[in-house]
């Protein structure tokens, strides 16, 4: 059966629920990007690397996911929520357990670039999503109820 017959076997009410809850999910999925990670074999190294070694180089051509991983095991570690534990949703997308790095007690992390446009347009923007006047964070890596408090710089 085509989508449109489905739609017009609902009623207004079943369609403006449905239209609700795909709404609701759009919101959930921009809001937890990190639990839409699906690291591929390459990324998962560096990210397993990390169990053994402190520092690491992740070395790539343009727009192959270099900073959206960077991102990605930050939150993590931010969060606590690292694949296969209680944090990590069982719909996840990262496909594994963690095997890098695991931190046990909560972390403080500075993130750092060449300028502050550096910062704000890239890494801040991975992390916790475009925060321009009047917008909040929690539409990056950084899940939005895991953002407990900011405040923009001046």
Same mark, same amino acid.
């Given at each position: 059966?085509?989508?449109?017959? +489905?739609?017009?076997?609902?009623?207004?009410?079943?369609?403006?629920?449905?239209?609700?809850?795909?709404?609701?999910?759009?919101? !959930?999925?921009?809001?937890?990007?990190?639990?839409?990670?699906?690291?591929?074999?390459?990324?998962?190294?560096? +990210?397993?690397?990390?169990?053994? !070694?402190?520092?690491?180089?992740?070395?790539?051509?343009?727009?192959?996911?270099?900073?959206?991983?960077?991102?990605?095991?930050?939150?993590?570690?931010?969060?606590?929520? !690292?694949?296969?534990?209680?944090?990590?949703?069982?719909?996840?997308?990262?496909?594994?357990?963690?095997?890098?790095?695991?931190?046990?007690?909560?972390?403080?992390?500075?993130?750092?670039?060449?300028?502050?446009?550096?910062?704000?347009?890239?890494?801040?923007? +991975?992390?916790?999503?475009? #925060?321009?006047?009047?917008?909040?964070?929690?539409?990056?890596? #950084?899940?939005?109820?895991? #953002? #407990?408090?900011?405040?923009?710089?001046?």
């Amino acid at each position: 059966m085509e989508l449109d017959a +489905i739609l017009d076997n609902l009623s207004d009410e079943e369609q403006i629920e449905l239209l609700e809850l795909l709404e609701e999910e759009e919101n !959930y999925r921009n809001t937890h990007l990190l639990y839409e990670f699906t690291p591929y074999s390459k990324q998962r190294e560096f +990210i397993d690397a990390g169990h053994d !070694y402190p520092e690491r180089c992740f070395m790539a051509g343009n727009q192959l996911g270099k900073s959206f991983t960077g991102a990605a095991e930050v939150a993590f570690h931010l969060t606590g929520r !690292y694949p296969g534990t209680k944090g990590y949703p069982a719909d996840g997308k990262y496909g594994g357990e963690w095997k890098g790095k695991r931190f046990y007690e909560p972390v403080v992390f500075w993130i750092g670039g060449e300028t502050n446009e550096t910062v704000t347009k890239t890494t801040q923007r +991975i992390l916790c999503g475009r #925060i321009e006047e009047n917008d909040e964070p929690g539409y990056g890596s #950084i899940p939005k109820e895991d #953002i #407990i408090s900011w405040k923009k710089s001046p």
